[in-house]
T-cell receptor, first 114, second 112 residues
Framework: EAGVTQSPTHLIKTRGQQATLRCSPI?????VYWYQQALGLGLQFLLW???????NRGNFPPRFSGRQFPNYSSELNVNALELEDSALYLC?????????????FGEGSRLTVL | GENVEQHPSTLSVQEGDSAVIKCTYS??????FPWYKQELGKRPQLIID?????GEKKDQRIAVTLNKTAKHFSLHITETQPEDSAVYFC???????????FGQGTTLQVKP
């Protein structure tokens, strides 16, 4: 069974540009979560999608947004990129809605903002 | 606001020794506490979790204890092996919020 897949693996952008990151959950998982892992920091919760709807978001500005498609895949959009947006962005999925059990993480997309 | 403090930030032990990592959470409504292991360059993976109605859980060499009164939970690894070397993250969650609040991580080094 395929795990959570993310693309691209690496992405380099300049300040002010937009970045789009993509995630495919494990087959059968309807919940998708996005986390930011900046260097030296833990994982920071960004967004939770379930059944195509945004269910919760963390303490990030509105320029961080996303969506979930009918096939449960998801994309994360970061607008007006800032240097401090440089980080590893991890996507996770779960079989059970809303973190009542294991989150299965992807390998992440490393975003570098120059 | 919601916060999880994790200590120590780094831990070095000899192979065969025990390792203990401690976490404290702020939101008393938290009721789910997982631990994730992240090897260098790899994805975080769940190693053990505990719910608020349980005080202790064990899985082979790994155990987790929870003290709800003190809002404190700990990871215990016995008979450590070099392959236990990784970054360990504790987390706390309120069920059905979809949000895990992670600690800052502990880098564990097991010396052969």
């Amino acid at each position: 069974e395929a795990g959570v897949t993310q693309s691209p693996t690496h992405l380099i952008k300049t300040r002010g540009q937009q970045a789009t990151l993509r995630c495919s959950p494990i087959s059968g998982h309807t919940s998708v979560y996005w986390y930011q892992q900046a260097l030296g920091l833990g994982l920071q919760f960004l967004l939770w999608y379930d059944e195509g709807e945004e269910r919760n978001r963390g303490n990030f500005p509105p320029r961080f947004s996303g969506r979930q498609f009918p096939n449960y895949s998801s994309e994360l959009n970061v607008n007006a990129l800032e240097l401090e947006d440089s980080a590893l962005y991890l996507c996770a999925s779960s079989l059970v809605r809303g973190v009542t059990g294991e989150l299965f993480f992807g390998e992440g997309s490393r975003l570098t903002v120059l | 606001g919601e916060n999880v403090e994790q200590h120590p930030s780094t831990l070095s032990v000899q192979e065969g020794d025990s390792a203990v990592i401690k976490c404290t959470y702020s939101d008393s409504a938290s009721n789910y506490f997982p631990w994730y292991k992240q090897e260098l360059g790899k994805r975080p993976q769940l190693i053990i979790d505990i719910r608020s109605n349980v005080g202790e859980k064990k899985d082979q060499r790994i155990a987790v204890t929870l003290n709800k009164t003190a809002k404190h939970f700990s990871l215990h690894i016995t008979e450590t092996q070099p392959e236990d070397s990784a970054v360990y993250f504790c987390a706390a969650s309120i069920l059905n919020t979809g949000k895990l609040i992670f600690g800052q991580g502990t880098t564990l080094q097991v010396k052969p």
